[in-house]
């Protein structure tokens, strides 16, 4: 049975015999000559595809030690499983040459076509597991893994690539078999494949548009990451890499034509930002806030025109905005008329367009406040006409008074359009024009996707509804006073001074036979319906008011100042949503409790005097339903509800209590504060009816109380935990952060088209015209193809046309590069940039400096090999190097090949090849066939002879055991018959004592015997106490 220390020695497969042992042996050392004679031998008894107990056949060994020779013989004899497991590990060694020296072997290529024809899901299904690397890794896989392009490259010219794994959701037969089979596995293959798929080397070298690869493959990731939760790090660890590999390639841009390429569309179609849009979509944060690509932005947002205002300090653009302001309605006039000239360029720019805007709703606030505030109208206020001859109003006009006494008194006479709610009209209008536009030019689902869109179209929305309901709320009254002429008729008869007859009128207009038609007249609002149309016409009002003015904030991240914290804010806004849920939950839970415990007493009414007047209370004010119960809860939290407010009133004994009004309208029994304070206590009566709920109020305290603990300690401080580790999150990355804001602001105003702000959007362009004529005119005469390209000259931004004029001032050459040009510009920087860290992580390591190019030629130039030690005189054929001499040799050519750069690196091969053949004599450049068998006989020889020697020293240890315990049990003999002889002794001295005893005695003759016999005794004991001693030394 073997031994359980070892867990290898269970395994049959690593049982080699001695000319496989030999076999491996001369792979790892790099022995041709062993190797080659192993392989031919006649009697077949050697298994060439052998592995040790570490599952590592002779390939395997031989790409270790990166011996060329020994890996060409092996690869014309090992079967295919081999060389591809070989292949996988000279993969992840990055053994560029071996790879290349394996792939174009026919004995390769011939199993690669055999493997190709079972498919792919062959090796999903594969049940052997004995490779160290999963079934399911391609070659190209694992390259990709590794991020060596120079190995991937290899196996994308032989027409390999990586197959993208089907959607998590996909439901075809293929996935349900392979999810039935075995999920886990399914899960690490689409993960392994992800990994090779998010490999820069791979992206650059296998996609014709790297940028455009890594979003899509980022938007997958990102959706297998929310739904693979257990994978969810490892795919978050692929996203930073896809959005790093994304930054490099836009890092390596030189100039602005490059950049320009990076972050437009690339197709042709003439839009100059359609990649940095994407970019914004799918929240590619870095890549947006790259300083390159931020110059890029800055240089269009300020554009030629008003390309001053960069270098301006703070102070100074301020002071021009506001010297520019009052210019603004002539430049949109000159604009409107006159386009194409130099104020319509200046009104197209970005910056003016913005400025232009956010004046345009500031003046809308404007208005809206003006509208709220009713700064139009006066604040007088006379409600009967007595009050006209009232000294306090001798400072109104005489039709001042009417017209303040027909409000007040008729709903006809307030007009509810006034100015200012016309200018509103407008101005809505003209921002549901520019909603419109956006709808138009993004499509519905582009457009829904944005929530600022969603705000900006429920606002719009909501006035449009209000100003519905006004309009028709103004027909209605025109209506209503129509039939009874009320206004016209009351005006005279003030203007007469017949205030009798008006008053009659009034009454007239205002009686119940009038009814319903009369509605529309009543100027008081406490007489109208809840649902009146004007009333819900002012609800949506004063609601989009409000979302308008904190819609303003949307402005905040052109400055960087205030950007941060608008991010923050929103940030802050989720925090809030999540905490609700919670808070809903708890707010419920006691709100369940609370009303189960005082539904009965919330319902009960009692009869209270108050002032000698009867009137109704609630026994349980507080809890009187789920409505008033989750007003108690939710405004207790602001200190609203006092304690008192939960406890429950009695009835008194006769059915009836007195009561005061203390505190803001709060009722209190005066029974209750007589009999505490004046008569000493209680009456029995009311003691028994208020011990009948004692346990509902403290149940009700406690469970008040505990509302508060959980509410106001626990929940709040969470929330403020939570909005304080967002606002630390967007401080930790604010420059990034807010640069992603900016830009998605700027790109709102870089768009072709509105550059008018509201209202004079409004108002009809010759422009427009023009294009509208133009368009009709090319899509009907005009083939499409000459229609793009007038679209897209129309796109092309000013920096073109102004390089191409520096270009014609300076006579210089002007090359039209195409998007796929500068791409692989691109991408041979980024190989380039990798072969530089490479060879600069290899000499770190090394620990060799850079060598100069005086030191480069030199060694070069020298044909001498390095001074290697000789090798053994044992074996002086084809001896392999000793492992010392062969790590010594290899770090010698290691650290050459890391100093002289990658010219160098092309002649190590055969400088390491002169060195192997320097260690051994002359003769081992032989190829004789008979010295190669010689060696392996001797090479079998000496194995075998280790085996003996082994054998014969754990013969040798038996034997001596053997002769040990004989030797020691001869010794007990002897110290056993030295006993019995030392007993018989005794015997006899007993013997010869009791005679004496018994007669006269000898005491000469006797003493001598005795002493004599006692010193025979004491040197036996001491003797047998010696042999003892060495038995136990022994054993």
């Not at 007595?386 to 400072?395: C, G, L, R, Y």
Request: hydrophobic residues 40%; contains cysteine.
């Amino acid at each position: 049975m073997p031994s359980q220390g070892s867990l290898f020695t269970n395994f049959e497969e690593v049982q080699l015999t001695d000319e496989e042992r030999v076999y491996l042996n001369a792979a790892s050392m790099g022995d041709v000559g062993i190797v080659r004679q192993s392989l031919e031998e006649p009697d077949g008894a050697l298994n060439v595809n052998c592995v040790d107990y570490m599952g590592r056949n002779a390939l395997h060994l031989a790409i270790d030690s990166e011996k060329i020779g020994v890996i060409e013989i092996l690869i014309d004899n090992l079967n295919f499983n081999c060389i591809e497991e070989a292949l996988l590990h000279a993969i992840s060694k990055g053994a560029t040459k071996i790879v290349k020296l394996i792939i174009e072997h026919p004995n390769f290529m011939a199993g690669e076509d055999r493997f190709k024809s079972f498919g792919v899901t062959e090796a999903f299904f594969r049940t052997e597991e004995k490779s160290q690397f999963p079934p399911d890794i391609t070659p190209l896989i694992l390259a990709a893994q590794y991020n060596n392009h120079e190995i991937v490259q290899m196996f994308l010219s032989r027409n390999h690539k990586i197959e993208k794994p089907h959607s998590i959701s996909c439901t075809c037969t293929d996935c349900a078999t392979k999810q039935n089979y075995d999920a886990l596995k399914r899960s690490r293959s689409r993960l392994n494949a992800y990994r090779a798929l998010a490999s820069p080397a791979y992206m650059a070298l296998s996609s014709p548009d790297p940028i455009m690869a890594t979003f899509e493959l980022r938007q997958e990731m990102m959706k297998l990451a929310e739904v693979e939760k257990e994978f969810k790090n490892e795919y978050l660890a692929l996203l930073e890499q896809c959005m790093n590999f994304a930054c490099e390639l836009i890092d390596l841009c030189r100039g602005t034509q490059e950049v320009e390429a990076v972050v437009s569309e690339g197709t042709g179609c003439g839009e100059p930002l359609a990649r940095l849009k994407m970019a914004i979509r799918y929240q590619e944060k870095k890549f947006v806030a790259h300083p390159n690509c931020q110059q890029h932005m800055t240089t269009l947002w300020y554009g030629s025109e008003m390309s001053f205002l960069q270098s301006l300090s703070l102070w100074k653009q301020l002071a021009f905005i506001l010297l520019f302001l009052p210019c603004i309605p002539f430049l949109c006039v000159a604009y409107i008329i006159f386009p194409n000239t130099k104020p319509g360029e200046v009104m197209r720019c970005p910056v003016t367009k913005f400025i232009t805007h956010a004046t345009s709703h500031i003046c809308f606030l404007i208005l809206l406040a003006a509208a709220t505030f009713r700064l139009t109208e006066s604040g007088v206020t006379i409600t009967t006409t007595t009050d006209i001859h009232n000294p306090t109003f001798e400072s109104l006009t005489k039709e001042e008074k009417i017209q303040s006494l027909l409000k007040e008194t008729l709903r006809p006479a307030n007009t509810l359009l006034t100015h200012v709610q016309l200018c509103i009209v407008f101005w809505i209008l003209g921002l549901l024009w520019i909603e419109c536009k956006q709808l138009y030019s993004t499509g519905l689902k582009a457009y829904v996707t944005v929530y600022q869109k969603l705000i900006d179209f429920s606002v719009l929305s909501m006035y449009l509804a209000s100003y519905v309901l006004r309009f028709f709320t103004e027909y209605r009254i025109a209506q209503a006073d129509r039939c009874f002429n009320g206004t016209h008729v009351a005006r005279e008869l003030l203007w007469q001074e017949n205030y009798t007859y008006f008053n009659w009128k009034l009454d007239e207009i205002k009686s119940p036979k009038n009814a319903p038609i009369n509605y529309f007249m009543e100027a008081s609002r406490f007489h109208w319906k809840p649902n009146d149309p004007e009333i819900v016409s002012d609800v949506l009002f004063a609601i989009a008011n409000v979302i308008s003015f904190a819609r303003t904030t949307y402005l905040m991240p052109a400055f960087e100042v205030l950007g941060p914290l608008q991010i923050s804010l929103g940030r802050m806004i989720g925090d809030i949503t999540r905490f609700m849920v919670l808070f809903t939950l708890v707010l419920f839970a006691f709100m369940v409790g609370l009303h189960n415990l005082y539904w009965y007493y919330g319902a009960q009414r009692i009869k209270m005097v108050l002032n000698d007047k009867t009137i109704y209370v609630h026994a349980a004010e507080a809890f009187q339903g789920l409505r008033q119960t989750f007003y108690s809860l939710f405004w207790s939290m602001f200190g609203q509800v006092s304690i008192t407010d939960i406890t429950v009133r009695h009835p008194g004994p006769t059915g009836e209590r007195s009561c005061v009004q203390i505190d803001g309208g709060k009722i209190m029994c005066t029974e209750e504060i007589r009999n505490e304070s004046v008569y000493g206590g209680p009456t029995p009566e009311s003691v028994n009816m208020e011990r009948s709920t004692d346990i509902v109020e403290q149940v009700g305290m406690y469970l008040f109380a505990l509302y508060h603990v959980v509410i106001i300690i626990v929940l709040i401080n969470m929330l403020i935990a939570m909005m304080s580790h967002s606002f630390e999150d967007i401080q930790t990355d604010c420059d990034v952060e807010w640069k992603f804001a900016r830009t998605k602001l700027w790109l709102n105003y870089m768009d072709e088209g509105s550059t008018l702000p509201v209202p004079f959007n409004m108002i009809p362009t010759p422009k427009s015209l023009f294009y509208a004529w133009k368009f009709c005119k090319d899509l009907l005469a005009i083939s499409d193809v000459s229609w793009l390209e007038y679209h897209k000259n129309k796109k092309q931004t000013f920096i073109k046309k102004r390089r191409e004029r520096v270009c014609k001032t300076l006579d210089l050459k002007v090359e039209d590069t195409s998007y796929s040009d500068i791409m692989q510009r691109l991408v041979k920087r980024y190989l380039f940039k990798m072969e530089r860290a490479k060879d600069e992580k290899e000499s770190v390591k090394d620990g060799v400096p850079n060598l100069r190019n005086e030191d480069v030629e030199i060694v070069e130039t020298n044909d001498t090999p390095p001074p290697v030690p000789e090798a053994p005189s044992r074996i002086p054929y084809a001896t392999p190097i000793h492992e010392e001499e062969e790590d010594d040799t290899q770090s010698i050519h290691k650290n050459l090949r890391s100093g002289i750069g990658s010219k160098r690196k092309l002649c190590s091969r055969s400088n390491m090849r002169r060195v192997s053949s320097s260690v051994a004599p002359s003769p081992t450049t032989l190829v004789i066939p008979q010295l190669d068998a010689i060696q392996r006989s001797q090479k079998l020889l000496d194995v075998r002879l280790q085996h003996l020697q082994a054998n014969s020293k754990e013969n040798n240890r038996i034997i001596d055991d053997i002769e040990f315990l004989r030797r020691v049990m001869t010794e007990n003999q002897k110290a056993l018959f030295n006993i019995i002889h030392a007993l018989g002794n005794m015997q006899g001295e007993i013997v010869d004592l009791v005679k004496c005893l018994s007669s006269t005695p000898v005491p000469d003759k006797n003493h001598s015997h005795m002493n004599s016999s006692n010193s025979v005794s004491k040197s036996s004991g001491k003797k047998r106490t010696s042999q003892q001693d060495d038995e136990e030394s022994e054993v």
